[in-house]
């Protein structure tokens, strides 16, 4: 790509960001069109801008009935409990799933927070730290009416252990009870029931037992994952779950066309009383599938949905209109998610930390926030790789590169004494791997192409198929084979811990030949040594500063080029109520409790 239209495209998107820029600022000061801006209310019955961002909007407007109406560019990558990986299928998915424990229906950090669901109270931990005991809560049952048993919660679990068969959901639970991989799952179980797992016992239909052979401070909240669901063992069709599991919850699946639509109705046989978390307002609930973003969010705008299950932002068409013409239905939450570069140090020179700090001084830091949508629809210059979610997260003010402050629009002096001191003073050649089906990541490695031009660092931009991150730039050796010096990425907490952001990422053990997400290829025994550390850390100050300290030994590694702690633009419409975003779905709204207004 030539220097010419690349320079062109940041023109653009420093224009887009300054639009967006200035609406917002109407936006807060309760200007612009009949939306209103920031107030309790407005004329079209919206509940004002960022009314719902971290608090909650509407809440005593809530109706029972009524059908509430999702719009989604992109399917779960599986509704299976065991498989679903993406942010919102988890969100989505309980309202159909209970686990034993689950995130607090509540806004901000508090949502975070893990309180009781099909248990009858948290865990009695051991003081080893080693032994979790809950007792199942009276009348929870199936959607045919069959009580849910501490066996069908056992089940459910041990599916984690069959990744030949259920492969894509997160196996924390699989790595914390059986390290050693010993169990083989379900469908090779000799045992009769299938219920082999040593390290859980079900002495009776409402008591379960977990066994860990090491400690781990994280426990619980590895349960309150949706990987955790019961799964009844005479309803497990194995591969085909996914297309219309067995409700534990509110809801049930009434039908299911993969990528064009789903619904779901009520499970008549779950009661209130046995569910202290879920209120389950509307009657019906139901995703369209769209295959264009912007006709889903000119649908959206025109009242015909009610949010968008990505939750991942308007796209800059649909967010300048909103911004304009409906900015009382808007939220501009923290997402919890860091977008960055990485340098896989099996590639040189980036085995040498001082050709990566070149990189890193060398960029224009602003020039990258605003190519991910500048402040408001991009986020905060990202100064480090702890999430502000994360509890020991200390924000802009841990910037050991000055990135957000004397080097935001880069230091080029500093930059080349890092190449002199890396042995490569007249600059190098280096390849930027990013998704192509992600244009803001483009735009961001455009914008770093030209800062590096700046220090002669050469940067060629190949763009590859998002859908085949995981043998791309999940694969070490196709890494070093292709020369990606540079990889564009995102990653958000799978729980608001530092092992549920940073272990995949930062520890030794999570170097993979496939599939792989330690793209620096980290293999530091001080970290490693950190994180086991935390494992047994028994309070929350204790965690919070091994959580501190590990985000700090990853940024004086120079591993990583943080570009924002990203921010989105989201869409609520006029007719939702019990409204707000949550922790503890990387500022998602929460989806679980959403009401309407009109049940009409």
Request: one cysteine or more; proline letters at 5%; aromatic letters at 10%.
């Amino acid at each position: 790509m030539t220097t010419q239209r690349t320079s062109g495209r940041r023109k653009q998107a420093l224009a887009a960001a300054a639009v967006v820029a200035a609406l917002l600022t109407t936006a807060a000061c309760g200007g612009g069109g009949d939306d209103g801006g920031s107030g309790s209310g407005s004329k079209n019955g919206a509940a004002g801008f960022d009314a719902a961002n971290n608090k909650v909007a509407q809440a005593s407007e809530a109706k029972k009935g009524g059908t509430l109406k999702f719009a989604s560019a992109q399917d779960a990558d599986s509704w299976d409990t065991t498989r679903g990986y993406y942010g919102f299928m988890w969100n989505f998915s309980r309202y159909y799933s209970r686990q034993l424990v689950t995130n607090k229906t509540e806004p901000g950090k508090a949502g975070a927070g893990v309180t009781p669901d099909l248990a009858a109270g948290l865990a009695k931990v051991s003081p080893d730290g080693k032994t979790y005991t809950y007792t199942l809560r009276d009348g929870i049952t199936w959607e045919d009416g069959k009580p849910i048993t501490s066996k069908d919660v056992k089940y459910g679990i041990e599916r984690v252990w069959a990744q030949d068969v259920l492969s894509g959901g997160p196996t924390y639970l699989k790595e914390v009870l059986d390290p050693k991989g010993e169990y083989k799952g379900p469908y090779k179980d000799t045992d009769k029931d299938k219920l082999g797992l040593k390290a859980i016992e079900t002495p009776d239909d409402k008591t379960i037992v977990f066994h860990l052979p090491q400690a781990n401070s994280d426990f619980e909240e590895m349960l309150a994952l949706t990987s955790a669901s019961p799964v009844r063992q005479d309803k497990d069709t194995k591969a085909k779950y996914a297309l219309h599991p067995f409700s534990s919850g509110p809801y049930k699946f009434e039908s299911y066309n993969p990528g064009k639509d789903l619904t779901l109705v009520r499970n008549t046989e779950w009661k209130q009383e046995s569910d202290p978390v879920r209120k389950a307002y509307p009657d019906k609930i139901t995703i369209k599938f769209f295959s264009n973003a912007n006709e889903m969010d000119a649908r959206l705008l025109s009242g015909d949905y009610d949010l968008d299950l990505g939750q991942t932002g308007l796209s800059p068409q649909g967010r300048t209109t909103a911004l304009k013409e409906h900015k009382g239905n808007l939220d501009n939450p923290v997402s919890g998610y860091i977008r960055y570069a990485v340098f896989p140090q099996t590639v040189k020179p980036f085995d040498n930390i001082h050709c990566r700090k070149a990189v890193i001084y060398g960029a224009d830091h602003v020039s990258l926030q605003t190519a991910r949508g500048g402040p408001v629809a991009g986020g905060d210059i990202g100064t480090n790789m702890l999430p502000p979610a994360v509890p020991g997260a200390e924000g802009q003010k841990y910037d050991p590169y000055e990135m957000a402050g004397a080097n935001k629009n880069g230091n080029i002096e500093k930059a080349k004494e890092e190449l002199k001191a890396c042995g490569k003073p007249d600059g190098f050649k280096t390849t930027i791997a990013v998704r192509n089906n992600k244009p803001v990541e483009v735009a961001t490695a455009e914008s770093l192409q030209a800062s590096l031009k700046k220090i002669n660092i050469d940067v060629e931009i190949s763009q590859y198929d998002g859908s085949q991150t995981s043998s791309v730039i999940g694969s070490p050796s196709n890494v070093q084979k292709k020369g990606f010096g540079i990889i564009i990425m995102g990653w958000g907490p799978d729980f608001p811990s530092v092992q549920g952001y940073g272990l995949p990422l930062w520890h030794s053990k999570y170097i993979l030949d496939s599939a792989n997400n330690n793209f620096a290829m980290i293999n530091d025994k001080t970290i490693d040594g950190l994180f086991a550390q935390y494992l047994v850390q028994k309070d929350d100050a204790g965690k919070t500063k091994v959580a501190s300290e590990i985000n700090h030994k990853v940024m004086e590694g120079g591993y990583y080029l943080p570009f924002v702690f990203e921010k989105f633009i989201n869409w609520r419409s006029n007719r939702l109520a019990n409204v707000y975003t949550t922790d503890a779905y990387s500022g998602m709204y929460d989806f679980v409790n959403l009401g309407l207004k009109s049940t009409k």
